[in-house]
């Protein structure tokens, strides 16, 4: 708590430290507000004496001077430095009580705390709205619209178009068009406008585009500049329509500048044939640190709305800030999901970029495609860092031709490296397993009945269109970019001819690699999933 001492002991310090110069009466008494320190003042103005909180038995603070030349210690504090922002503390230490630059009304930064507990504004950023003027990528400034009407957000019907204090458009006095002036059917008419309050989110206008062969027309964002659309968005081009849509990259997991500046990471996306990565909003808060979780959400890495109101500082690396117990209270989240290169950690060609106590988890899986059941196309290798608990199997993942972890080491006693028979890669996780396991071909009902760099799957595929009907057996692991001859099936049964069949073919109907054809969307998978089992080949 802040305690406020009594003047007395000022006083008596101001005349301890300053005595008079002789002890004759002087002929004009003292004068308070002069700017000069005279006799029976404690202080005057700026003068203090060389009092200070400290000497006065304060931990912190600044002393100043009252109107009536007395010691104020209101700004004195018991407890400034301590770390904890109590009820008589703006700040301590790092404990901000949540606030950001942009509480402050700051554009961004990195707010701090001076040492007598109050705010350092001095590393945020000034925030350029509000002086008038739509500049540095604002939509309008007060009255500054940038020549925008209430037509040229898509209300058709007239009214007046206003600007928010944050220099967003306030559509609010604007009035919808009749039915007939927008496409309402589904499909929608392509090149034609969307009534702009049917997609969720920012005020923006929309056409009807052709973008996702698979999806067909559908209302997308119109925009004008890179700027008119989300932050993680740029404003690009297809038969003549501008729309908001994501910025594609060249090399993974790299960093990249998006079309309005802002930092981004270049991030695998959707099928793995198809190759597509996009630059996705980056932030400089890592792994675990917080977040803004009333800034910042999971979905589309787009929020908060536009560029200008980005904040890099605040922001978490991958753009990801995950809600806490306590965020409805507090507003604050964590940085979570860190994008890492899953698929160089597991070949060995990277070390883990993961914090300790935590793995690079690839994401891909077989036939998660944007296809529906049927299509078991692979989608990326694209990793996140999750916690591994290190006490109990199941949660420590590993190579599963190696048998190693990611540090290089062995599964615990009592597990081995087991793989996920829907995974598209060779990444499992150290699961129990039996002292005293099947022998490979063994019938099995669960992976753990089969020894280690065996796996209990339906074992003979190609006799059995429907894989499922297909008896398990216990089968051993194999990297499936080479089919036959592979040398994880070397020395099974001679009488058999056995081959590694990657699980991107065991789910088809004819075993072999799936193929999509929707639309104008004719391809076969290119980029299957490594993981393979040895299997009886076709007879």
Same mark, same amino acid.
């Given at each position: 708590?802040?305690?406020?001492?009594?003047?007395?002991?000022? %006083?008596?310090?101001?005349?301890?430290?300053?005595?008079?110069?002789?002890?004759?009466?002087?002929?004009?008494?003292?004068?308070?507000?002069?700017?000069?320190?005279?006799?029976?003042?404690?202080?005057?103005?700026?003068?203090?004496?060389?009092?200070?909180?400290?000497?006065?038995?304060?931990?912190?603070?600044?002393?100043?001077?009252?109107?009536?030349?007395?010691?104020?210690?209101?700004?004195?504090?018991?407890?400034?430095?301590?770390?904890?922002?109590?009820?008589?503390?703006?700040?301590?230490?790092?404990?901000? =009580?949540?606030?950001?630059?942009?509480?402050?009304?700051?554009?961004?930064?990195?707010? +701090?705390?001076?040492?007598?507990?109050?705010?350092?504004?001095?590393?945020?950023?000034?925030?350029?709205?509000?002086?008038?003027?739509?500049?540095?990528?604002?939509?309008?400034?007060?009255?500054?619209?940038?020549?925008?009407?209430?037509?040229?957000?898509?209300?058709?019907?007239?009214?007046?178009?206003?600007?928010?204090?944050?220099?967003?458009?306030?559509?609010?006095?604007?009035? %919808?068009?009749?039915?007939?002036?927008?496409?309402?059917?589904?499909?929608?008419?392509?090149?034609?406008?969307?009534?702009?309050?049917?997609?969720?989110?920012?005020?923006?206008?929309?056409?009807?585009?052709?973008?996702?062969?698979?999806?067909?027309?559908?209302?997308?964002?119109?925009?004008?500049?890179?700027?008119?659309?989300?932050?993680?968005?740029?404003?690009?081009?297809?038969?003549?329509?501008?729309?908001?849509?994501?910025?594609?990259?060249?090399?993974?997991?790299?960093?990249?500048?998006?079309?309005?500046?802002?930092?981004?990471?270049?991030?695998?996306?959707?099928?793995?044939?198809?190759?597509?990565?996009?630059?996705?909003?980056?932030?400089? =808060?890592?792994?675990?640190?917080?977040?803004?979780?009333?800034?910042?959400?999971?979905?589309?890495?787009?929020?908060?709305?536009?560029?200008?109101?980005?904040?890099?500082? +605040?922001?978490?690396?991958?753009?990801?800030?995950?809600?806490?117990?306590?965020?409805?209270? #507090?507003?604050?989240?964590?940085?979570?999901? %860190?994008?890492?290169?899953?698929?160089?950690?597991?070949?060995?060609?990277?070390?883990?970029?993961?914090?300790?106590?935590?793995?690079?988890?690839?994401?891909?899986?077989?036939?998660?495609?944007?296809?529906?059941?049927?299509?078991?196309?692979?989608?990326?290798?694209?990793?996140?860092?999750?916690?591994?608990?290190?006490?109990?199997? $199941?949660?420590?993942?590993?190579?599963?031709?190696?048998?190693?972890?990611?540090?290089?080491?062995?599964?615990?006693? $009592?597990?081995?490296?087991?793989?996920?028979?829907?995974?598209?890669?060779?990444?499992?996780?150290?699961?129990?397993?039996?002292?005293?396991?099947?022998?490979?071909?063994?019938?099995?009902?669960?992976?753990?009945?089969?020894?280690?760099?065996?796996?209990?799957?339906?074992?003979?595929?190609?006799?059995?269109?429907?894989?499922?009907? +297909?008896?398990?057996?216990?089968?051993?692991?194999?990297? +499936?970019?080479?089919?036959?001859?592979?040398?994880?099936?070397?020395?099974?049964?001679?009488? #058999?001819?056995?081959?590694?069949?990657?699980?991107?073919?065991?789910?088809?109907?004819?075993?072999?690699?799936?193929?999509?054809?929707?639309?104008?969307?004719?391809?076969?998978?290119?980029?299957?999933?490594?993981?393979?089992?040895?299997?009886?080949?076709?007879?």
């Amino acid at each position: 708590m802040q305690i406020h001492f009594s003047i007395p002991m000022f %006083l008596a310090l101001a005349i301890f430290l300053f005595p008079a110069c002789d002890d004759k009466k002087k002929d004009i008494d003292p004068v308070c507000g002069d700017g000069i320190l005279e006799d029976d003042e404690p202080c005057d103005g700026e003068l203090l004496g060389g009092a200070s909180c400290q000497m006065g038995g304060f931990l912190s603070g600044t002393l100043t001077c009252r109107a009536d030349c007395t010691f104020d210690t209101s700004d004195c504090s018991m407890t400034c430095g301590d770390g904890v922002a109590d009820e008589y503390d703006v700040c301590d230490g790092t404990d901000l =009580r949540g606030t950001t630059c942009i509480d402050m009304g700051y554009r961004g930064g990195t707010l +701090a705390c001076t040492s007598d507990c109050t705010y350092d504004e001095t590393p945020c950023i000034p925030a350029p709205c509000g002086d008038g003027e739509a500049l540095d990528g604002e939509h309008c400034d007060g009255a500054d619209l940038r020549g925008q009407t209430c037509a040229d957000r898509g209300f058709f019907g007239g009214g007046t178009l206003a600007c928010h204090t944050d220099c967003t458009y306030d559509i609010e006095a604007c009035v %919808l068009g009749g039915p007939e002036e927008y496409t309402n059917s589904y499909p929608c008419e392509v090149g034609r406008p969307c009534n702009p309050l049917v997609l969720p989110g920012p005020d923006l206008p929309q056409i009807c585009l052709a973008i996702d062969p698979v999806q067909g027309p559908q209302c997308e964002l119109a925009c004008e500049r890179h700027e008119d659309c989300p932050a993680g968005l740029a404003c690009l081009e297809t038969e003549g329509y501008s729309y908001c849509g994501p910025q594609t990259c060249e090399i993974p997991f790299s960093t990249c500048t998006l079309a309005t500046g802002l930092p981004g990471l270049c991030i695998p996306e959707g099928e793995a044939t198809l190759g597509q990565q996009y630059c996705r909003l980056s932030g400089a =808060r890592a792994l675990g640190e917080v977040c803004n979780v009333d800034r910042y959400r999971e979905i589309f890495h787009e929020y908060p709305l536009f560029a200008f109101q980005y904040d890099f500082e +605040a922001a978490c690396v991958s753009g990801v800030c995950s809600e806490l117990e306590d965020s409805p209270t #507090t507003g604050l989240g964590v940085c979570a999901e %860190l994008v890492c290169d899953a698929l160089s950690v597991i070949d060995g060609a990277l070390p883990d970029p993961c914090p300790t106590g935590w793995n690079c988890w690839n994401q891909s899986r077989v036939g998660s495609g944007n296809h529906g059941y049927g299509s078991w196309m692979r989608s990326v290798d694209v990793g996140v860092c999750i916690t591994m608990d290190l006490e109990a199997p $199941g949660r420590l993942l590993c190579h599963v031709l190696t048998q190693l972890t990611h540090a290089g080491e062995a599964c615990p006693v $009592g597990t081995a490296c087991g793989p996920d028979m829907m995974s598209g890669s060779l990444q499992g996780l150290c699961r129990e397993v039996s002292a005293t396991p099947l022998e490979p071909g063994a019938a099995c009902t669960t992976d753990a009945e089969c020894s280690a760099g065996f796996a209990c799957i339906p074992g003979d595929p190609f006799t059995y269109p429907e894989v499922f009907e +297909a008896p398990y057996a216990c089968r051993a692991i194999c990297d +499936a970019r080479t089919f036959a001859d592979n040398p994880a099936c070397a020395g099974l049964p001679a009488d #058999t001819t056995w081959v590694c069949l990657t699980v991107s073919r065991f789910f088809t109907l004819d075993h072999e690699l799936p193929e999509v054809h929707e639309g104008e969307l004719n391809y076969v998978e290119t980029s299957p999933s490594p993981l393979g089992f040895c299997v009886p080949d076709r007879l």
